[in-house]
Every structure is written in C-alpha cells, then in structure tokens.
C-alpha cells in the first residue's frame, strides 16, 4: 500500500539520550519534511529536504539533525534530547517542493522525554 | 513577521453549515491549504486556494482573497465525522508551509 510509514508510534526517552525517528515513503516523492506539533501551537518545520541529498534548515532545527541518503528514507535525530523536545512528529513527503503539491502525512510519533 | 489567526473551537448542529476562517500575515504568499485532521490522527489534504474566489468540492468549499489576506473552509451538511480540527495553512515564498494553530470543530446530534 502506498503511503508514508513512522516508527516508532511512540516512545518515552530520558533526558540526555540519543533518538532517531523514522519515515520512509514509498511514493517515489522528491521532497521530505519534519513537522513538530504541540498543544495550541502550529505545525512547526524542523528540517526538510528537496530532493535526495540534500537538507535544509526549517523553523525549529535546533537540537535536531537529518539525512537523506536516498528517496525513500528521512531519519530525524535528537542527538541528546531535552524535555521540550517532548511533542508529536510527524514525517510528510510531497511529489515535489513547488508551489501547490499537498503534502502527505505519516501517523506520527508521540515522543516524551523525561 | 508571520501570523495566522484561527478560532481555537467552534461548535456546530448536525446537518447545519459552518464557516471556519483564518487571517494571516506572512512574508510573501504563494497559496493558502486547508487540511483536517481527526483526534490523533495524521492530517489530510482538503484544498489549496491560489487564486481569489471561491473553490467548490463537494460539501466543502474555500475562498481566498489575498487583498485581505483572508480565508474560509466552508462546510455544508455536517455530518458527525466533520468533528476533528481544521487547519489553515499558507506557502510562503520560499514553498513552505506556515500552520496556524487549529480550529477544533465539535458537531452536535
């Protein structure tokens, strides 16, 4: 089924410990990105990447690093995660990174850091 | 700097219409979505606006006027399973999207 997969679903994480969360898609889409979402605020960008290979820095990258050695995959990682990187993440792929492409959404990531 | 201003909750009747709206302020404009999406779930593509005027889809229709940077989801015969958030969101210049915050829309019986 196509579509854009996260792992894992949720995860609860001390303070201070390394995390990479997954996304994989397999719509063949050419641009990635990483949203945070919390209570009350916006989607928030975190990184994103136009195309494989390449990365950006969006609204909120600080604390956060990404890769994207193919298509098909976009890890996120908190190098030493710190309690206000508590949050749902969500991973979304568009078919490029042009103006009017939807984005679609993975189930997301529920992350506590304690 | 960027702004975009949704009613945090509305409330609804089965089978009325409601008209959710979303002001906003941002460093160049490309487009304007609208996306829902349900309690715990991942949200879903629901129109892009790019144009002035009025997108009609079914029992969901958007207008945009980018003169007064303005927006509305218009949704008609509300049904049960219209209950989840509505979220506003415009393409900047640089293609991003910047998200307001949320309307959470409760429909009653």
């Known amino acids: 089924i196509a579509g854009i997969t996260q792992a894992p679903t949720s995860q609860i994480l001390a303070a201070g410990r390394r995390m990479t969360l997954r996304c994989t898609q397999d719509?063949?889409?050419?641009?990635m990105y990483w949203y945070r979402q919390d209570l009350g605020l916006g989607l928030r960008l975190i990184h994103y990447s136009n195309t494989a290979g390449t990365t950006g820095k969006g609204e909120v990258p600080d604390g956060y690093s990404v890769s994207r050695a193919n298509t098909d995959d976009f890890p996120l990682t908190l190098a030493s995660a710190v309690p206000s990187q508590t949050s749902v993440y969500f991973c979304?792929?568009?078919?490029?990174?042009?103006?009017?492409?939807?984005?679609?959404f993975g189930p997301g990531t529920r992350l506590t850091v304690l | 700097g960027q702004n975009i201003d949704q009613p945090t909750e509305m409330t609804a009747t089965e089978g009325a219409i409601v008209q959710i709206n979303c002001t906003y302020q941002t460093s160049g404009f490309n487009g304007l979505f609208w996306y829902q999406q349900h309690a715990g779930e991942a949200p879903t593509f629901l129109s892009y606006n790019v144009l002035d005027g009025l997108e009609e889809k079914g029992r969901f229709s958007s207008f945009l006027s980018r003169s007064k940077g303005y927006s509305y989801l218009l949704l008609k015969e509300l049904q049960m399973k219209d209950s989840a958030s509505y979220l506003c969101a415009v393409e900047n210049s640089n293609y991003q999207l910047i998200w307001g915050a949320g309307t959470k829309l409760i429909i009653k019986p």
């Open positions: 979304a792929s568009s078919k490029t990174s042009g103006s009017g492409n939807e984005q679609f």
């Open positions: 719509m063949r889409h050419n641009a």
